[in-house]
């Protein structure tokens, strides 16, 4: 069974930084490219960025609402993704969710077919 | 980026009904359009891929449709579980981005 486990959420203030870490189990992580999407509290999905499976460079793209200060990476031997936010502002409030691409790479073409349960990042003073 | 306008935003809706929700890109996207459901609390969970593909596990009772810039996904005959807010996300873009939603209520 596939799973995608969020942790590193919390409470943090504005300027400070937050690690997302997303571990997953039940299928070849390094064979897929990730993405985290986002949901403020009570609104709907954002897309946030995605990191290409290592056969695809490893390449990350982002939305340019977080574009310079959030970073995507990947522990392949591990099975984990991150997305590494500073300079966090209130508007970053909100669930985040970590993804696994089901489209064609090579198209670059991404949407999520398993994802993790959340976890909330509060930015607050 | 690609703008999508799900229309309406939300419905109310009674079981057994049959319930067609919209969405819009702004640009063409061929047929790079998929749904998801998503239930207070819950991750959002893949419906429809490539505009009209069902994923694997849901229920026959749901369908899409579309390419271009318009699409539709329909409920044939709605379920109590069924009550829920439902997204579109357009694939055509490595920068996905997503409708902003239609809640579907009991009425």
């Known amino acids: 069974e596939v799973q995608l486990v969020e942790s590193g959420g919390g409470l943090v203030q504005p300027g400070r930084s937050l690690r997302l870490s997303c571990t997953s189990s039940?299928?070849?992580?390094?064979?897929?490219?990730m993405a985290w999407v986002r949901q403020a509290p009570g609104k709907g999905l954002e897309w946030v960025g995605f990191i290409t499976s290592k056969t695809y460079g490893g390449t990350t793209e982002y939305a340019a609402s977080v574009q310079g200060r959030f970073t995507i990476s990947r522990d392949d031997s591990q099975g984990v993704a991150y997305l590494q936010m500073s300079s966090l502002k209130t508007e970053d409030s909100a669930v985040y969710f970590c993804?696994?691409?089901?489209?064609?790479?090579?198209?670059?073409?991404?949407?999520?077919?398993?994802w993790g349960q959340g976890t909330l990042v509060t930015v607050s003073s | 980026d690609i703008q999508m306008t799900q229309s309406p935003s939300s419905l109310s809706a009674s079981v057994g009904d049959r319930v067609t929700i919209t969405c819009r890109a702004s640009q063409l996207i061929s047929n790079h359009l998929n749904w998801y459901q998503q239930k207070p609390g819950k991750a959002p969970n893949l419906l429809i891929f490539?505009?009209?593909n069902l994923q694997s596990g849901v229920p026959s009772r749901f369908s899409g449709s579309g390419s271009g810039a318009d699409f539709t996904l329909t409920i044939s005959s709605l379920h109590p579980e069924d009550f829920a807010t439902y997204y579109c996300?357009?694939?055509?873009?490595?920068?996905?981005?997503f409708g902003q939603g239609t809640k579907v209520e009991i009425k």
């Open positions: 490539g505009s009209s």
């Open positions: 996300q357009q694939s055509y873009t490595s920068l996905a981005t």
């Open positions: 993804t696994r691409n089901a489209g064609v790479e090579w198209l670059r073409t991404y949407f999520f077919d398993h």
């Open positions: 039940g299928f070849t992580f390094g064979a897929h490219a």
